[in-house]
């Protein structure tokens, strides 16, 4: 039996594309950040960023409307015969059943309590550059934030899990733990040594309060999507509406919002909405930032829906991924070599070991040493199905029992006859 075995599952497609896109996407913000910048002010750019997320969530509509139009198509005799089903009855999990929805009386509640996270979450970046005029995109340090927020934001994930869901902790989930958080634990002094010694231009205290700004994402995405997974599981709701209802809840805070800043704080300020980008290159940064958002977005519940929002942690690490592969790449660009190669290599091998600790979490790679493999749900089932064949044999062999004793009683009568 080998030390190390990997689950398969057909839905891990959805966590290499969201990897795929997310190291192209990230790769081209580093180097061509330009592009991305339509005003001048990075605060006025955050907040655009902001609306092109929600816009990315309202394509979700065009989704449900297929969906509806194709359950509406395998219905159509069901219609003819007098069964008329509403709208939403008809977007429900394609799960092969004839179930009707039913959602709970906190459906409302949690819908909107999600939009609410949701868009605090987003906004959280236009916040800290409206706060702190004098930064910018490139005088803070984008990696550091990454680093630390994601790995805090994995951990968080296991903790609400445990708190809100219940999920039974089991031994390979503290090996898990355990090993991302003594990866933090080391990766956390390397970010320090790179900002204070090693990252030209940055700003080392503006990038301190950047990440502690920021650092409100940690609690308000995992709970979000602890509660999209309820909605999930208790509402019958399928991805592509609770992106789309999202989006809707989204849109209307915006439209209460926006008036708010803009008469009140962007009214009084300079230069806010002067653009910097030609139109075309606008136009083709809108398109794909929208859509390639829409895919992560869309991707990513996708991810929680078929496991749960502890496995969003695997798709996240990828951003600090892409951090350390950008930063390899501009060293061996740059013409000064220095240490800090040594810095970057162990931050790499710091982030693949976290990848690891929260694939063991997921179970999609298993230890089969030291009893980590004993809980592990495929584990589980294979021991319920021998346990069950087992019993079969057991059966089987008091059924033959039986007709053995069967036989020699009629052959006693026989004799004694």
Known sequence: MSFISFNYNKNLIYAIIYWALEIINRIIMYFEWGYFELFEKDSIN????????????????FLVLYINCSLKKKQKPKVESGENKSFFN???IISGGEKRVHHSKNFIYEIILICLLDYISRSNYFI????????????????AQKDIIINSDIISRYILSIFFQKTKVFKHHKFSIIIISIGFLFLIPTDIISIHYFTSGINEGLSYIYIAITFLRVILFPFEDVIVKKVFTDDYVIPELLMFLRGIGEFILILIITPIFYFFVWKNENNNFVFKNELTNAILMIIFYTLSSFIKAYVLLKVIYYFSSQSVSFLIISESITGSIYEIIKFFMSEKYDYKIIILLIEIVIIIITTFGTLIYDEIIVIRKWG???????EIILRGESEINSIGLIVDEDEEDDEEEKNNNILLENVYE
């Not at 955050?46 to 509509?61: E, H, K, P, T, W």
């Not at 800290?128 to 990696?143: H, R």
């Not at 980590?372 to 495929?378: E, F, G, H, P, T």
Request: hydrophobic letters at 40%; glycine letters at 2%.
């Open 90 to 92: 008809n977007i429900e």
């Open 372 to 378: 980590l493999d004993k809980n592990v749900a495929k």
């Open 46 to 61: 955050q907040y655009f960023f902001v609306l092109l997320y929600n816009i990315s969530d309202l394509l979700a509509g």
């Open 128 to 143: 800290f550059y409206q706060i702190y005029q004098e930064a910018t995109y490139e005088n803070v340090s984008q990696k």
